[in-house]
Structures are given as C-alpha cells and as structure tokens.
C-alpha cells in the first residue's frame, strides 16, 4: 500500500541526495581554491554537481505530482490506489473541453483527464469550439491559444466570458512576452501557462479549479 | 489552420528582408541548452525500434523533458533585429523568437505530453511512440535549419 505519506518521504530522500551532491561538489571546489588547479576535483566536483541536478530535477518532478495530488488528498495516509478510486468517481461530474488545432495534442490531454475519471471532448479549432460551446457546457475549457482558424483562441475565450461565464478556462499559449501576457489576462482567464509544459504542470491548474468548483 | 504556413512564411520573409543575423555564440548557447538535450532524447529514443522504451529508460527521458522544457524557458524575446547571450539567457529577435514558440513549443509540448501520459498509463512508453517523438525532433531540426536558411551567414 503506497500512500501519500510514502510518496513525501520519497521526495524527501531525493532532497537529501541533491543535497549531499551539493556538499561534495562544495568540498571539492573549496579544495580546489587551497591546491589550484586539479583535474581530478574539478570532475569530481562537475559529477556531484550532475548528480545533485538530477536529484533536483527529479524532485521539481515529484513534486508538481504531489501538489495535483494533494489538492485531492484530504487523508495522507490513505492508499494512493483507493483515494484515486473515490477521486474517479467524484471526477465523472467534472466535464473538460480541450481546444487545440492538434489532434495529436487534444487526445493527449482527453487520455490524461479520461484517465482521472473526467467526461472529456475536444473541439479541433476555434470554428468546432464555439459550436460546441453554444450546446454544451463544461466545466473547465483548456484552450490553446494560437489555433490558426478563422475563430482563434481570443474569440473563443471573449465567447465563453460573455456566454458561459461559469465555465473556467485554462489558456495555453506560446506567447511569454509581458506585454502579450497582460492582453491575455484582460481577457480573463481562469490561469494561463506558457508552452512548453508538461502534463504536470496542467494537471495542477486543472486541480487548483476543480477545488474552486467543488467549494 | 490553412492561414499559419504563410504566416509563417512571411515571418521567415521578414527576416530575410531585415537581414537579421544570429551571432555564433548565441548558436552555441542553443546548442549547449537545447541541442544536447534534443541529441540524447534522440539517442535514447532511436536506441532500439519496434520494441517499447523501458520504464528505467522513460525515467531518464522524463528528466530530458524536464530539462529541454526549462532549457526552453532559457529563450526570450529581445531587441528587434538582435540576438544575444547574457547570463546564460538567450535573447533573440522577437520574429525568431515567436517561430520558435510555434514549432520548437509545440513539439516539445507534444514531446512531454507523449511521455507523461503514456509513462503514467504503462510506465513505459509504446513502440510507435518511438515514432512521434523522432518526428517531433526532425520537424525542430527541419525549421531550424529552415531558419538558417532566412538568416544572413
């Protein structure tokens, strides 16, 4: 039985081995001011540091799933499988709507949420998302941003503001300078992530809402 | 959808026509953050076909990801018609930097997409994933060769 608890302490031994990398890699470079140059202690020092980034890295992982997780959690000791049942079950009230002009990103995204127990669609551009909005109503929209229709993503999101103001929206863009940024927030959006991200990422803006909804 | 090729054409026209310039060290920063990580995922990836990528090996390409997807967050948009290195940040012409946005974003994004669901469904990753990982990297080397090609030498 894996619980939340476990997981913590997992994260929590791979903290510990990033640190120790660090101390190592310190040790060496401090040596390394009394005896000059060393080839031997500047790989040294090069291998902790590696070691010590891929603990980190590792734990920046972890760490993002345990903060999806823990949006759901209320026991953390109860076996990661069964809160993930009850989780499903609590999920299948939650409708997603992925807009995206790629197939191949959309059923990505519906595997994801499909997987959590979630009722998925997707609409492949901003023409099949209104038409899809005016019949139904989903709880949460995840929309790309650039969908290179005649409807782009900032029709799409003006739409759902004035049409469907209880639907929360999560924006997906490419666009990261500030100035582009803060047009998008005018639009109000629920959150907004920058591309690339991964499925972590998103999952714990989806997380974030659906405790909104749920409040 | 039928609108972003010339889109994209007159941005890679536009920077021809301005005679935009990407110095060698900012190349070299690209290659240091992005093209290693892309040559190892690579490597990793076409390291044995038609057979599923094992769960120690999606491990390490799930830190790949991680880092090309920080490394990318290494690229911001600078001065119109400059490109530059400063603090191990790479500041490139806004154009360039929206291309890259567009095609080198969007397959990474495919690229972590592909492997986080398909790691959290099976641990390991399906042998035609193989496949659409290796085609996202071809489509980022193809537009930045494609870039090059706009680019004065």
Redesign the interface.
């Known amino acids: 039985m894996v619980t939340l608890r476990d997981k913590y302490h997992d994260v929590g031994n791979k903290i510990n081995v990033a640190l120790m990398g660090i101390g190592i890699a310190r040790k060496y470079i401090e040596s390394l001011d009394a005896s000059g140059m060393d080839r031997q202690n500047i790989q040294a020092s090069i291998e902790s540091c590696a070691v010590a980034e891929r603990a980190l890295l590792e734990v920046d992982g972890s760490l993002l799933r345990l903060k999806s997780l823990a949006y759901r959690f209320s026991n953390p000791d109860l076996a990661i499988d069964e809160a993930v049942v009850s989780i499903k079950k609590e999920n299948v009230m939650v409708s997603i709507l992925i807009v995206d002009d790629e197939p191949e990103v959309c059923n990505l995204v519906k595997r994801l949420y499909e997987r959590r127990g979630f009722n998925v669609s997707f609409a492949l551009g901003g023409v099949a998302a209104i038409e899809m909005l005016k019949t139904t109503d989903p709880d949460i929209v995840i929309l790309d941003l650039n969908l290179g229709d005649t409807v782009d993503g900032r029709e799409v999101l003006k739409f759902i503001r004035r049409e469907k103001p209880q639907t929360r929206c999560i924006v997906v863009t490419g666009e990261d300078d500030e100035e582009r940024i803060e047009n998008i927030a005018a639009l109000a959006p629920d959150d907004i992530l920058i591309k690339p991200i991964l499925a972590a990422h998103l999952d714990a803006k989806v997380s974030g809402l659906i405790a909104k909804i749920k409040k | 959808?039928?609108?972003?090729p010339d889109?994209i054409e007159r941005l890679l026209k536009d920077i021809s026509d301005r005679r935009v310039c990407i110095p060698a060290e900012v190349w070299m920063a690209w290659g240091e953050n992005m093209g290693g990580l892309l040559n190892k995922v690579q490597t990793l990836v076409s390291r044995e076909t038609g057979v599923p990528i094992a769960a120690e090996d999606v491990e390490t390409l799930?830190?790949y990801?991680?880092?090309?997807?920080r490394a990318?967050?290494l690229i911001?948009?600078g001065t119109m018609g400059k490109n530059s290195v400063k603090d191990g940040v790479v500041y490139l012409d806004?154009v360039v930097k929206?291309l890259m946005?567009?095609y080198v974003?969007?397959d990474?994004?495919?690229i972590?997409?592909?492997v986080?669901?398909n790691d959290?469904?099976t641990a390991t990753l399906p042998a035609e994933v193989r496949e659409?990982i290796l085609r996202c990297i071809g489509s980022i080397y193809v537009f930045i060769e494609r870039l090059k090609r706009s680019l004065v030498a």
């Open positions: 959808m039928s609108n972003v889109l799930n830190i990801v991680q880092q090309l997807v990318f967050k911001r948009r806004p929206d946005a567009h974003g969007n990474l994004y495919k972590a997409l592909m986080d669901v959290e469904e659409k």
